[in-house]
């Protein structure tokens, strides 16, 4: 067994035994047992950025079988520059999300638990997929644990919540799927996508293909305007469900771009890139406006999210080198930051049990390692040098600018409104002087929560400080990629 | 004068027959309230009978008995050998359920059963347009007898009506339309009016003619729009043990018959058919998916369910010949028969669900009574969740290979319309998708309704259902084998096509 089906089996199978003989009644090691299982799944992944091969774009890691022989579907996975570092955060997070859920979920406790370690074996699966179908399998599968984590464990709204997510992003999906069937047989029965890469097409058929991707990915980043689904699902879901949407469910659509979309319909993808940066910079702009005005912190934060993630799809647009590595780096930095921001918003939440910004106020007399930890955070979700938020935002802009000065001046924005925003529900939850005897007997963060910010907050730096092996595992597949798509495939 | 390969050839029916016979006689000695001998005695004659047809589909042999009268083939001996072991299942599950309703009395319940199960074997072997008929008709009457079995009922009793005045009906339409081919081919015989239509001596209107009528008797069979009244009908007022069984099963046969008579008979009509078809196909679709929605009676929602599945069937069976090239029937009739055989493997397992939540006086059939089941018993709501998430056709469920097949059908035709049905489908199928993952936020989202009984149920229905719940998912996990069953099996049909 090859590392990348260790990475995917692990958690699940984990999941599953947890799902077989996990009590409530035993909900202690229940969670440990959790807990035991995100980290093996986590420290299996590590070897593969170990023996990573720089310089190369070709697929590393490689496994193959036969899956199903009568459509000639193969189980065919591996990384390359652009999914190596998605398998990593996946892992992670995971790790992150059991430890803050060690406390704040106390029913059906296995279940919980394996919603997360399955998810997260589904979620690497899709990152690593090289076959079409196996790709949509994993896709698709993600939505059955996200759905019922939102719908069991969620807030008061959480079935309307759980039902907005499925069936949005099952539409989206669905185009996909008959995208893929169609390819499958333009490619004379290969769902291989590497097949689909140097598989010649007409322009209208480049076009439908591209829509139908669009379809998928632009719900799951989510672009605006189908970004609706998102402030909804966050504000309902639980902490947990929360992180690990906004930090890798949001980059499944963002990588099938990637994976997708810009190889396999690289003239459509030029012809319509100006909708795509159009959609992106209103995203930016527009929806940063939006976050300004929100009442609810988890609203604010997920409105954030897709803002920043239309800085990602700008990246990918522009097609330079800096757009699509600062794309992907700041995938990977919001994975981290935004990932954080919800569990801040948790940790208040556990103790308050309220996410309204009025609720609070001069949080940092009575939780002020807490605050520190928020403050950190807030500052990496504005895009302060040093934290892993400006790299990726940093070389986006860059590459905006030589692309066009008026794109690049107008993404920049996202930096004003990003720090408006942040840094105001910061002042309105943290600082001034204590409002309620809510906040009056707020105790600050136990060593668990200390743990996993700490963990987050010392990636978030390190990715700042050095974000050398990050952008150095994807240079070179990032410029083959961009060789690729400027070729012409049509025949 | 009759060989002896014949007889050889309808071992298992005969099996069947003599067992059935059997155990009618035997029962007048079993004392004991549950039926356990007749029980045993049906199941291991059926286990028996589904292993011989199973062996017999792997030999891989194209046999014609009784002068082409019936055919022994892998198609149908798979066929055969699944519906036997659906109907294992369904007696697992039905046998508490129908004790508490009184309906073990005199045991007619196993022997109606296994002569419906023989008249499923018939229709499935026939080749030959009064066999298939017959075997219809034996299972159909089988079935009216076990709806009507619990006779103080009212509703029951009402649906049986329901059920023999339409399906009578049917039956009637589809006899005469045999009778127009008869009369226009001079043959009963398949492969013989097959060869007669293409030729294209025959006057094509009165093929045409019957055809319609076929074609309706087909759809009633199936439950295809517009010849779907009676099934939500019928599946609400039988008695779910009987709606098991006249839901299971016998689809498998429903569309053995199909294949039997729309493509080995009326391929060269294909062009006539296929068009009825998709006007079915998208009215089911249509149908089935929207009224479903509405439904609060969880049974009447699996029957509107099961319409606008058996749509996506036959769009599976109507993308076979394009521009009178036969290059995709292969493809397009495995995908019809995978479709067919999942459908039925989740089918069961819903049913199961139902009847063992079901308690004396109790019916459990509306969608409320699953509320928080999940806390009442996770392995109940794993299964059910399992069947609604493979029915809606997620993956990694067996439902989600069962429609991507049939959309590869659909796409690999190179028609814009067949991909503008696949696109519909595909959008019908998130509408599905809502009512589907109704049911899963009723068991998992609501908190169970007070006061919450204890889910009692024997070992023999948890052990069959644990297994029905878990082939769904492995089915899903790893579908290779029986895709490649089911085209190997149509392959056969395909290659002997008119000899």
Redesign the interface.
Known sequence: MGLLSLAIWTPIIFGVVL?AIGRDDQARSVRWIALIGAVVSFLVTLPLYDGFKLGTSAMQFVEKG??????NVNYHLGVDGISLWFVLLTAFINVVVIIASWEAITT?VN?YMAAFLILSGLMIGVFTALDG?LF??FF??T??PM??II??WGGPN??YA??KF??YT??GS??M??AL??L??KSGGSFDILTWHKLPLGSTIQTLLFFAFFAAFAVKVPMWPVHTWLPDVHVEAPTGGSAVLAAIMLKLGAYGFLRFSMPIAPDASREWAWLMIALSLTAVIYVGLVALVQQDMKKLVAYSSVAHMGFVTLGFFIFNDLGVSGGIVQMIAHGFVSGAMFLCIGVLYDRVHSREISSYGGVVNTMPKFAAFALFFAMANCGLPATAGFVGEWMVILGAVKFNFWIGFASATVLIFGAAYTLWMYKRVYLGPVVNDDVKNLTDINAREFLMLALLAIATLYMGLYPKPFTDVMNTTVSDLLVHVAKSKLN | MIDKLSWIAVYPEIILLVMGCFILLADLWVKSPMRTLTYVLTLITLGVVAVLEAAYAMGGQTFYGFGKMVVVDPMGGWLKCFSAIALMASLVYGRPYAYDRDMLRGGEFFTLSMFALLGMFVMISGHNFLVIYMGLELLTLCSYALVALRRDNATATEAAMKYFVLGALASGFLLYGLSMLYGATGSLDLNEVFNAIASRQVKHQVLVFGLVFIVAGLAFKLGAVPFHMWLPDVYQGAPTAVTLLIGGAPQLAAFAICLRLLVEGLLPLAFDWQQMLAVMAIGSLLVGNLAAIAQTNLKRMLAFSTISQMGFLLLGMLSGVVNGNQLNTESAYSAAMFYAITYVLTTLAAFGVIMLLARAGHESEEISDLAGLNQRSPLYAGVMAVVMLSLAGLPPLVGFYAKLSVLQALISSQQTSYLVLAIFAVLMSLVGAFYYLRIVKVMYFDAPLSPVHPIVAPADARVVLTVNGALILILGILPGGLMTLCAQSISSIVKTLGS
């Open positions: 799902l036969s899956w199903i022989a009568r459509f059906r279940q179908l949509y399998v698709e599968a939505l059955i759905y019922l719908g069991i959480k079935i759980a039902f499925f069936l099952l539409l669905l185009l799927l008959v069937i169609f499958y047989n």
